[in-house]
Every structure is written in C-alpha cells, then in structure tokens.
C-alpha cells in the first residue's frame, strides 16, 4: 500500500512540475493570432473515451514506476492495476477486456520477474551475466508495456463513431 501511496505524492510533483514548465513555455502563445492549427488526438471524443485514454496512461506510468524502483507485486497493486484496465476496457465497450486483464496480469508477472531478479543480484550474487539479464528483461517489459499502451489508445480512438466513419463531424 505504501507504494501506491509514494506513486501517488510522486504523479503529483511530477503533474505539478510539467504544469509550471507549460504555463512558462506557452505565456506568449496565441492560438487566435498565430497561424498554427492546433488538431489533437482528442478532439470529436466522447467523456468516456478520453477516461479510457487517461486510465491506460495512468496505468501505463503506474507500470513504468514498479520498473524503475522495483516495487515488489502485493494485491493493492495488482487490484489497482487491474481496476483501470478494466476500467479503461468497459468505458469504450471493449468485447476483448477479459484478454486485456489476462495481458495486465502478464505485465505484472514480468515486473514480478525484473523485482526477483534485482532481489538476487542484490542480496546473493552479483553477476554482469544476471545484471544484463534484468537489463534485457526490463527492456522487454517496458516495450511489452508501451506495446499494450498504444494498443489501448487505439481501441479507445477506433471505438468513437466519427473517426469509424470518416471523420464527418462538424465540431
């Protein structure tokens, strides 16, 4: 539970950090006197599609996290986990969520890996054979995750009505 709370305080200084660095990057930006459209991934979305994308994302740094610090897997994470790719599955109406939860598992067990592995370097043997084996596999799961994490985007993206047919919406 502690790691939840310490991603938490850390997503935070980090939302705050990336706010401050915006507000003094685009000060001079005038959208209405500069020539540039701005066009996003998000636009035409419904509310639920953009919490689908948000909760992938969310999920997918949370992930990222247990990686970096290597936090060891306990229920509160996998529930955690589990309740925003669920999540992010029924707010687009995903027919294939069960598969997604069975991947999530999967990612969980690869983090479950990288922490035994960097148990055992640190605490029986340390090895350059098993410091490059934690390195492959870290590697392997942090592309198996943004794999995961663009598949979702575009489920959550192909899921709203006007980009299935064509992008005829006038809003």
């Known amino acids: 539970m502690n790691d939840v709370f310490y991603f938490t305080i850390s997503a935070l200084i980090v939302i705050i950090i990336i706010y401050i660095i915006l507000k003094l990057l685009i000060k001079k930006f005038n959208p209405e006197k500069s020539k540039v459209r701005l066009y996003g991934l998000m636009q035409g979305m419904t509310n639920s599609e953009i919490v689908s994308i948000s909760s992938s994302i969310i999920n997918y740094i949370f992930?990222?996290?247990?990686?970096?610090?290597?936090?060891?897997?306990?229920?509160?994470?996998?529930?955690?986990?589990?309740?925003?790719?669920?999540?992010?599955d029924i707010l687009i109406k995903n027919k294939w969520f069960l598969v997604n939860l069975f991947l999530a598992l999967i990612s969980l067990g690869g983090?479950?890996?990288?922490?035994?592995?960097?148990?055992?370097?640190?605490?029986?043997?340390m090895s350059v054979w098993m410091l490059l084996l934690l390195v492959f596999v870290m590697i392997f799961v942090f592309l198996y995750l943004t794999y995961n994490l663009l598949?979702?985007?575009?489920?959550?993206?192909?899921?709203?009505?006007?980009i299935r047919k064509g992008g005829n919406n006038e809003n």
């Open 151 to 162: 598949k979702n985007i575009k489920s959550a993206v192909t899921a709203n009505k006007y």
């Open 63 to 88: 992930m990222i996290y247990l990686i970096a610090f290597f936090v060891d897997i306990d229920i509160y994470i996998i529930g955690m986990v589990l309740l925003l790719t669920l999540l992010s």
């Open 111 to 125: 983090i479950k890996i990288i922490y035994l592995i960097h148990d055992y370097i640190t605490n029986e043997y």
